[in-house]
């Protein structure tokens, strides 16, 4: 009787623990670790909103400062996700390189923050701290992990960035080999969950290749589970596009098929790794170390959550006209 009384309570408690956020007809689900349990509150929402509304603020100011496509603030002012990127568009479709413009003094802000991680960093990359997540994303057989794959190297998906996130400005993919791309990249992140701010930052990403792990560049530490086939994951370094041209991180993705039994909910679908690793900054005050370790990382990690969600999703609908032949 006992016995019986306990298990539908733990049931219950274990699907209260984890949440599961619901976007555009789809589940996903977050978590910061792989040895984490899934994120219990939903990640993608309120912090696309919190970010979409300083980034809306800036950019109005900027505009106002400026007169750069100054008639797009006449019809698209508003603080939502949705009326942002609207906003972005307009500007955008005035003249692609408005935003290097607009945003110059943040660019020379960034690069200045940058540099200054990057010298006051001593260690190898072994010892270098990730911004990270792993989504789950049950798509039910409607987008697979190589669709995906192919997907992010398109025109289609450079189309998206602006949309996918409130700090994206621009992304140009060049495909350089058969599992090589390079790829320029303007955008920001920081400001939700951090006191640095938001630090909008132009830079390329000149080699994102097939990662070999155990090297000086790519430590050991860095693989992830082998269920990530390496086909389906990219490296490549983080280099500021001006200044010292110095390489501040690392870029690593990986996505993989996700069968009906492995997840919480029984189906199938992919699953998306993102992490940027770092130098640690182990000579800044110990302050400063650990706003970025702990709160500036974590800002980055939940842009990465909100990204991969809105990728995902238009991924799906460009692939399901036929676009990503796998
Ligand atoms: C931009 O200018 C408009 C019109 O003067 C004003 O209503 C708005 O508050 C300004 N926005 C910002 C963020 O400065
Ligand atoms: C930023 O990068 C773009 C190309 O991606 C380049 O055209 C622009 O001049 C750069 N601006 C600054 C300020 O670094
Ligand atoms: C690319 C994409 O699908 N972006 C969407 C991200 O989510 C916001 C909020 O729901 C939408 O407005 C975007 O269109």
């Known amino acids: 009787m006992l016995a019986n009384s306990i298990i539908p309570c ?3 408690l274990v699907s209260l623990a984890a949440s599961t956020e619901t976007h555009g007809g789809y589940d996903f689900q977050v978590r910061f670790s792989n040895t984490a349990d899934p994120e219990t509150t939903d990640i993608k929402d309120a912090y696309e909103q919190a ?45 692609v390189g408005n935003f290097f413009t607009l945003l110059a003094d943040d660019i020379e802000e960034s690069n200045t923050f940058w540099d200054t991680v990057v010298s006051q960093s001593t260690t190898d990359r072994t010892q270098w701290v990730p911004a990270r997540m792993y989504t789950k994303a049950y798509f039910d057989g409607d987008l697979l992990a190589a669709q995906f794959a192919i997907w992010t190297q398109s025109q289609n998906a450079d189309d998206a ?12 993919t060049t495909v350089t ?24 930052t132009n830079f390329t990403v000149p080699e994102y290749t097939t990662p070999t792990f155990g090297t000086a560049d790519y430590p050991e530490e860095w693989a992830i589970d082998p269920s990530f086939l390496l086909i389906f994951q990219r490296i490549g370094p983080k280099v500021l596009k001006s200044g010292s041209e110095a390489t501040f991180g690392a870029l690593h993705i990986a996505v ?11 189906k199938s679908g992919i699953e998306v790794y993102a992490a940027v690793w770092y130098p640690p900054w182990d000579q800044a005050s110990e302050q400063s170390r650990m706003e970025f370790t702990d709160n500036y990382l974590a800002d980055e990690a939940h842009h990465m959550v909100v990204e991969v969600i809105n990728l995902t999703l238009q991924a799906q609908k460009d692939c399901s006209t036929g676009l990503c032949v796998a």
């Open 10 to 12: 733990v049931a219950a």
């Open 51 to 95: 970010a979409a509304e300083q980034a809306s603020t800036h950019l109005q100011a900027r505009i106002n400062a400026t007169g750069i496509a100054a008639d797009c603030l006449k019809s698209n002012t508003g603080p939502t996700p949705a009326e942002l990127y609207a906003l972005k568009d307009c500007v955008a479709a005035d003249n």
């Open 161 to 172: 960035n602006n949309h996918a996130n409130p700090e994206h400005y621009y992304k140009k």
């Open 177 to 200: 080999g058969l599992t090589s791309q390079s790829s320029d990249i303007f955008e920001g992140w920081g400001g939700v969950l951090s006191t640095f701010g938001t630090k909008r």
């Open 256 to 266: 993989r098929d996700l069968a009906a039994d492995e997840g919480d909910e029984g």
